[in-house]
């Protein structure tokens, strides 16, 4: 069984930073491609970032570009999103989600959809206050 925790999440001020985590444990992370969305109370899961199964490209949503960037390292099977400069509007659950099929044709255009994940965390809550 493949399971993805997340862990990182918390309160902070605007303009403050978080590095988020997430582990994966069960299956064969160096061929997952990896990504990172979020939900806020009432409104639809969003992409956020994602990368590829050899972490060479990377892809992220318009609102945190510049402010956030994803990693992952292999032999720790484990992804991270860092976050910096944080806003209010960041304000959400964080999920952690696998794509199994990472390698080598995904593209990281096809991987802001949700639905081609297999695995997801549940869920780590960022709060960003004004």
């Known amino acids: 069984q493949v399971q993805l925790v997340e862990s990182g999440g918390g309160t902070v001020q605007a303009g403050g930073s978080l590095r988020l985590s997430c582990a994966v444990s069960?299956?064969?992370?160096?061929?997952?491609?990896m990504g990172w969305f979020r939900q806020a109370p009432g409104q639809e899961r969003e992409f956020v970032a994602a990368?590829?199964?050899?972490?060479?490209?990377?892809r992220y949503a318009d609102s945190v570009i510049g402010r956030f960037s994803i990693s992952r390292e292999n032999p720790m099977s484990t992804s991270y999103l860092q976050m910096n400069n944080l806003k209010p509007e960041d304000t959400a659950v964080y999920y952690c989600?696998?794509?199994?099929?990472?390698?080598?044709?995904?593209?990281?255009?096809?991987?802001?959809?949700?639905?081609?994940?297999?695995?997801w965390g549940r869920g780590t809550q960022v709060t960003v206050s004004s």
């Open positions: 989600a696998a794509d199994r099929w990472g390698a080598p044709s995904r593209t990281t255009q096809d991987m802001i959809a949700a639905a081609l994940y297999d695995y």
């Open positions: 069960g299956g064969t992370f160096s061929s997952y491609g």
């Open positions: 990368i590829n199964y050899r972490g060479t490209n990377t």
